[in-house]
């Protein structure tokens, strides 16, 4: 039929674990979305074959509407081409250069910081998605010998820099606050300079100012208020969107959508990882992949279901039905069933609810 098709990688670790509530989400809401569920995109197919991506999987996720991911990595892996091969293969085959990263305190009780006045962060993160120390241009020379000189270009286009801030306008509320390094690194600063002043000029309406990363990193912490939009190259963006995370309640809650606003690609997925550490425990936090579903019925136009899928997320928080990371006792499935409960039936878990 003409039913709209949703390509989705489960992956690594708890990205199947996470996934699973995350479906339950989209099928109760039953926008008439069909899956196509790419099972084989793992470690293991990376493992026996060398490769998790073929060019076959790379078309049925070009072809479809949206792809939601769950995570990949592989402690047997270590830090071999296997993550990138697939994330970074991702990002830059689908010219998804703008990656969306939401912040946003759910309630009072998870914040780490103690000034309630201060704490309450509602923010996203614009991270540049194809360019900077990710471009894979580099090389070493003298490999595995004391004289090893290992090389990795931060590679920033004027195109590349422009669209992402002008992206960034696109999305802000009140202002928009440029992070870089400029004072030390000289070219590329010097470009993201250049083209943040022209941004400026094109989005007169909006406050704006600009932080080099350690204090933006500092200033987070200490004021996390201040910001609206924060836009970024690609490794600060990485760095900051985990910090960020931790003010909101942890990487159980961030969630993520990797965009090309021009062809409308998209790509959503909770800003954590495969987590081995508890993968098999059942008590990951379904939430950063229930939330980056929302992201993607947003993309498909059905902004009031995903309204509500926050909504449900929500009064799950302040009943404190969550996983250990939020300080509850639940386990993953069950979190995800109180999601579901809620989306069926708005508040009737409310009575039973403890802080
Ligand atoms: P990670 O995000 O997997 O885990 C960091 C910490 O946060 C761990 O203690 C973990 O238990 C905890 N955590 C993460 N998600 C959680 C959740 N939903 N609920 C409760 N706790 C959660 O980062 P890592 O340990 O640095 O990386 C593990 C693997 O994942 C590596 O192979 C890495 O390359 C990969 N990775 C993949 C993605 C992705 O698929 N988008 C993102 C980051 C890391
Ligand atoms: C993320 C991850 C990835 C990144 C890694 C796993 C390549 O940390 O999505 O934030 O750095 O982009
Ligand atoms: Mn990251």
């Not at 197919?45 to 490769?51: A, R």
């Not at 912490?221 to 942890?250: E, K, R």
């Not at 936090?285 to 926050?310: K, Q, T, Y």
Request: charge should be negative; proline fraction near 5%; charged fraction near 20%.
């Amino acid at each position: 039929g003409d039913s709209k098709r949703i390509t989705v990688i489960p992956g690594d670790g708890i990205g199947p674990e996470v996934i699973e509530p995350a479906l339950a989400v989209l099928d109760v809401l039953a926008l008439g979305v069909r899956l196509d569920v790419l099972d084989q995109v793992n470690a293991e197919t990376y493992l026996s074959t060398g490769s998790a991506l073929s060019p076959a999987d790379l078309d049925r996720i070009r072809t479809s509407e949206a792809t939601l991911l769950g995570a990949v990595g592989d402690p047997r892996l270590g830090d071999t081409a296997y993550v990138r091969s697939v994330l970074t293969t991702l990002r830059s085959e689908l010219d998804l250069y703008a990656n969306y990263r939401p912040v946003r305190l759910w309630h009072d009780r998870l914040s780490p910081l103690r000034d309630d006045t201060r704490r309450a962060i509602d923010c996203v993160i614009v991270r540049e998605n194809t360019e900077g120390l990710y471009s894979g241009v580099g090389g070493s020379t003298r490999t595995g010998s004391p004289q090893e000189i290992a090389i990795d270009v931060d590679l920033n286009t004027h195109h590349g820099v422009s669209r992402i801030l002008d992206f960034a306008f696109s999305v802000a509320r009140r202002s928009v606050c440029v992070v870089d390094k400029a004072n030390a690194v000289r070219n590329g600063g010097q470009l993201w300079q250049r083209c943040w002043h022209e941004a400026v000029e094109r989005h007169p309406q909006f406050d704006t100012s600009h932080l080099y990363v350690d204090a933006a990193a500092m200033k987070l912490v200490t004021d996390p208020t201040a910001f609206d939009v924060i836009v970024t190259n690609n490794s600060y963006g990485d760095i900051l969107s985990d910090l960020t995370a931790a003010l909101a309640g942890g990487l159980g809650v961030a969630a993520s959508a990797n965009l090309n606003p021009a062809t409308r690609q998209g790509l959503f997925e909770p800003v954590h990882g495969s987590a081995p550490d508890i993968a098999g425990t059942g008590i990951a936090n379904p939430f950063a992949a229930i939330l980056s579903a929302a992201l993607l019925i947003e993309h498909l136009g059905h902004a009031e279901e995903a309204d509500a899928v926050r909504r449900a997320v929500a009064a799950a928080v302040e009943a404190g039905r969550v996983t250990p990371d939020l300080g509850g006792s639940l386990s993953t499935k069950e979190v995800g069933a109180v999601v579901l409960a809620e989306l069926r039936q708005p508040n009737a878990g409310r009575t039973r609810g403890r802080r």
